[in-house]
């Protein structure tokens, strides 16, 4: 909690489980926050979405899917901050019917 950390999840890893191969472990028990900046968020179907709205789903790691994780299971106290510009990045959800309605192909990549 003292000093900024920087950690690397196998990309090739497709069975990666958050639970207990990460947020069980000893290197996350000290994470308080997690920033992300321009890192690709999933959309409503779960694919991940240039703002152009291409499908770039098969050259997506888990990073992304670690936020979904933190910010669906509520009892893990860590901020997440999400920083990007088109739409289609992790945190965009928290302003998705912004998105939807300012972004070109919105309702595509929210």
């Known amino acids: 909690k003292n000093a900024l950390k920087l950690?690397?999840?196998?990309k090739d890893n497709k069975n990666f489980d958050f639970e207990n191969d990460f947020c069980e472990s000893e290197q996350?028990?000290?994470?308080?926050?997690?920033?992300?900046?321009?890192?690709?968020g999933t959309t409503k179907d779960g694919s991940f979405r240039t703002m152009s709205a291409r499908d770039i789903s098969d050259k997506c790691g888990q990073c992304a899917l670690l936020f979904d994780y933190?910010?669906?299971?509520?009892?893990?106290?860590i901020t997440t901050i999400g920083i990007g510009d088109g739409g289609n990045e992790c945190g965009m959800g928290k302003v998705e019917d912004r998105v939807k309605k300012y972004i070109k192909n919105g309702e595509q990549i929210a």
Request: aromatic share 8%.
């Open 7 to 10: 950690y690397v999840l196998d």
């Open 28 to 40: 996350f028990q000290d994470v308080d926050c997690m920033i992300a900046c321009e890192l690709a």
């Open 70 to 77: 933190i910010n669906k299971n509520r009892n893990i106290e």
